[in-house]
């Protein structure tokens, strides 16, 4: 394989001659093989690392800080990057120390590779365009990584937005289909009052609609950036009115309104947005789990269980016991769920153990909820296509558990009173009547009478029971 040489303080080593990457990149190969998930499995990100470097490249053109025509080259580089080209030259593990500076580096060397070829130079010819003297001027990785990191978790968290609204959509309407759908309710599984099938999966999708609207809000506290912050806040080895003239391009290239902090100092240590956002992923899937829970007891069964539901034959469900079905798909859900729950504590003690004027351990953060907004995408999809559009609905057996519960005795409690309708209900318990036959026997009321408060389809609506 053809080599060039690259050097840094730490000395010299040879480099692929075809790669874009260079000296600092190759380090970080060679020191960080941790998790098996590159940057360049990280499009959002690279794309991101593209936008904060023509932006700084603009900025420094515009304020005399660089040459334009190496300038115009950088640009023209980072817009291959946006355009998906030259990803498979991020070979820098995700998880690495450094505060990032290997995932920064690595862009920097890339754009910087590519810039010499568009100003037809060969590749690592730096007099021409250096990844550090030029691609990174007036930047440090404390502020171009953490900036890069928001717009990309911005835009992956845009993407789940959409799962979550299409897992919506599928209960919403699976809350329409079951409108007419009589059946019991449950607390503490135990029999409550009736309700109907359609009322309770629109309340999932009321749930994830909740969920939206708190992704949505906490997404836009991404948008304010350190960017001119350089090494620690103060904007070293930046040019006066760098922070605001690069802040106005990143906004104008992203066609988003960032803003730059008030306190660049603060900024550049500060997690407390990724421990909110983590949190929100977090409350989402504990609610997504719960409503996997309910699925797998609602189809429970069949002939054993309580067998409201019907959910998609997905495969075989035992290697012992013929014609099992398990239900698979929230099964796995509920996994996806606990996995980015156990996430927010990775995040949450990564967040804590900022030092000083920074935190080095962005890269564990930002790789945990890549991950977690990824899966929790992946299973929004996967619940709605292999699960929730299949559910079919039980409806003789659901009327069947509502006549025979105890719980419509609730109904009675406005006419006859509390005392008298527990009665009613011990009775039946211990005879193994129905709430119906055993009032009527007491003689509290006509069967007329009874048929109309007993009615399960009277009690599924908001009313207080009357004769």
Known sequence: MKTRVEHDFLGEMKIPA??????????????????????????SLIRALAYVKKAAALANAELGALPANISKAICA?????????????????????????????????????????????????????HPNNHVNCSQSTNDAYPTAFRLALYAE????????????????????????????????????????????????????GEDILRVEKNRKLLLEI?????????GINAPSDYSRIVCNHLSNLIGLNVVTSDN????????????QISGVLKRFAVKLSKICNDLRL??????????????????????????????????????????VIGKDMTVTMAAEA?????????????????LAVERLGIGCRTLGEKCVEGITANRERCLELVINSIGIV????????????????KEALDTNKSVSEVALAHGVMTAEQLEKLLSPESMTRPSRAHL
Request: glycine residues 10%.
């Open 354 to 370: 900022g030092q000083l004027e920074l935190n080095v351990m962005e890269p564990i953060i930002a790789h945990t909820l890549f």
């Open 226 to 234: 350190n960017l001119g912050a350089t090494a620690i806040g103060t």
């Open 410 to 425: 609730t109904n009675l409690v406005p006419v006859i009173g509390y005392e008298k309708s527990a009665a009613i209900a």
């Open 77 to 129: 580089a980072c817009d291959e990057l946006l355009a998906g080209k030259l990803h498979d030259q991020f070979p820098v593990d995700t998880i690495q120390g450094g505060a990032g500076t290997s995932t920064n580096m690595n862009a920097n060397e890339v754009i910087a590779n590519r810039a010499l070829e568009i100003m037809g130079h060969e590749k690592g010819d730096y007099q021409y365009c």
């Open 157 to 208: 968290l845009t993407n789940l937005m959409e799962h979550m609204r299409y897992i919506q959509g599928c209960f919403a309407r699976k809350g329409v289909e079951f409108a007419d759908v009589v059946k019991m309710g449950r607390t503490q599984l135990q029999d409550a009052v009736p309700m109907t099938l359609g009322q309770e999966f629109s309340a999932y999708a009321t749930t994830i």
């Open 298 to 339: 609602l189809s429970s069964g069949p002939r054993t269980g309580i067998n409201e539901i019907n959910l998609p034959r997905r495969q075989p469900g035992s290697s012992i016991m013929p014609g099992k079905v398990n239900p698979v798909i929230p099964e796995v859900i509920n996994q996806i769920c606990f996995d």
């Open 18 to 43: 075809n790669a874009y990457y260079g000296v600092q990149t190759m380090r970080a190969v060679q020191n960080f093989s941790i998790s098996g998930r590159t940057i360049s499995q990280c499009p």
């Open 264 to 275: 660049l100092i603060e900024a550049t240590w500060d997690t407390g947005s990724y421990v």
